[in-house]
T-cell receptor, first 115, second 112 residues
Framework: NAGVMQNPRHLVRRRGQEARLRCSPM?????VYWYRQLPEEGLKFMVY????????ESGMPKERFSAEFPKEGPSILRIQQVVRGDSAAYFC?????????????FGPGTRLTVL | QKEVEQDPGPLSVPEGAIVSLNCTYS??????FMWYRQYSRKGPELLMY????GNKEDGRFTAQVDKSSKYISLFIRDSQPSDSATYLC????????????FGQGTRLTINP
């Protein structure tokens, strides 16, 4: 059973470009979470999605950032017009539908570098 | 004030030592407590999960929660070099799918 998959593992963008980060949850998982980790800091929650729905986006910056989890395909975190401060590791986690099983399993992360 | 405070270390101990890692929190709404281990350049992996005050043991690892003091700990017995990693505490407010609030992480090195 494959774990949470994220790609690309490393992404380099110049200021002003767009970054697209992909996350495929574990098989059977329908909840996806995105977290950001700045150097020497813990993980900060960004957004929680279920299929075709954004459940909680309280951690998402108001501008330039968006996320989706379509009916088919991976979840996408999109960052438009990237700036140097967006350089960080972005982690995706997934959990199962069952209410009493809320363990979040993390992917290996995408390391975004903005030049 | 951060909702979750964790001493970032770094912490360096000899092999075989008992390690104590700690987090404090300010929001009494947190009811579920987790410890994750993160190796360099990898994603976090869940070590321990608990939701009640008291101790929970799993092999060489013991998680301790004191809700009255808003304080949680992770103890590692007979520490091994392979335990060298960053340890992150995480907390949630409700059962079921939810966002987690993480501490800053403590970088631990076990010296052979």
């Amino acid at each position: 059973n494959a774990g949470v998959m994220q790609n690309p593992r490393h992404l380099v963008r110049r200021r002003g470009q767009e970054a697209r980060l992909r996350c495929s949850p574990m098989k059977g998982h329908s909840h996806v979470y995105w977290y950001r980790q700045l150097p020497e800091e813990g993980l900060k929650f960004m957004v929680y999605l279920q299929k075709e729905n954004i459940i909680d986006e309280s951690g998402m910056p108001k501008e330039r950032f968006s996320a989706e989890f379509p009916k088919e395909g991976p979840s996408i975190l999109r960052i438009q017009q990237v700036v140097r401060g967006d350089s960080a590791a972005y982690f995706c986690a997934s959990s199962a539908e069952v209410v009493l099983t809320d363990t979040q399993y993390f992917g290996p992360g995408t390391r975004l570098t903005v030049l | 004030q951060k909702e979750v405070e964790q001493d970032p270390g770094p912490l360096s101990v000899p092999e075989g030592a008992i390690v104590s890692l700690n987090c404090t929190y300010s929001n009494s709404a947190f009811q579920y407590f987790m410890w994750y281990r993160q190796y360099s350049r990898k994603g976090p992996e869940l070590l321990m999960y608990t939701y009640s005050s008291g101790n929970k043991e799993d092999g060489r690892f013991t998680a301790q929660v004191d809700k009255s003091s808003k304080y949680i700990s992770l103890f590692i017995r007979d520490s091994q070099p392979s335990d060298s990693a960053t340890y992150l505490c995480a907390m949630g407010k409700s059962r079921g799918a939810q966002k987690l609030v993480f501490g800053q992480g403590t970088r631990l090195t076990i010296n052979p």
